[in-house]
């Protein structure tokens, strides 16, 4: 294969050329999105395991990272006073609930993903701007490589709307791999 990448270390001790492998750390941003689960079967099927299909025990780990945006809390105006409402807490609490639940059931999935292919992997929900927390979470967890999907967006829509890969490709100081969408069927494209 030709992405395929040995995940291993040769270190030499005191002239005995004895091999150890390095454990691998890696980290894979997780949201709802397609281009997600993609990049995670990508990184899966290309560098996490050899050609024999092998993951010798302990030598990958996988940290599934998977960031809800902070629920803000607004003052809305409201009558002709302009006296001020604030949603209820049991609003808030649904919205946090949901948000949870949600998160809970995409990295089910990513979980489910690395465990079919023997790979071990740990779940981290963040809160935050997603841009950000991958960051700040990658390199304080001293991986060693990030993988995160692309939407697929063109230049103008990635100025305006912002670009979680782009942001993560500028600011994260350990080597990262983007994996851009899959090209769409032919199909797809003639209806």
């Known amino acids: 294969m030709i992405y395929s990448y040995k995940l291993k270390k040769i270190m030499e001790e005191g002239g005995g050329g004895e091999e150890r492998r390095m454990k691998m750390k890696a980290m894979v941003a997780i949201d709802e999105s397609e281009g997600s689960f993609y990049a995670l079967k990508w990184a899966l099927d290309n560098f996490f395991i050899d050609n024999n299909n092998n993951n010798e025990e302990g030598s990958i780990m996988v940290y599934l990272v998977n960031v809800q945006p902070k629920f803000q809390q607004h003052i809305y105006p409201v009558g002709v006073a302009g006296a001020a409402f604030y949603p209820a807490t049991a609003v808030m609490e649904s919205v946090r609930k949901a948000q949870e639940e949600s ?17 071990k992997a740990e779940s981290i929900i963040l809160k935050g701007d997603p841009r950000e927390m991958i960051c700040q979470a990658a390199e304080q967890m001293n991986v060693n490589l ?20 782009d942001y993560c490709a500028h600011h994260v100081k350990i080597p990262i791999v983007i994996v851009k969408p899959p090209p769409e069927d032919q199909t797809k494209k003639q209806h």
Do not use: H, P, Q, W
């Open 103 to 119: 998160s809970a059931a995409i990295l089910s999935k990513a979980s489910k993903m690395c465990k079919d292919k023997l790979v």
């Open 146 to 165: 990030l993988v995160i999907g692309s939407r697929g967006l063109g230049t103008i829509k990635r100025a305006f709307l912002g670009s979680v890969s």
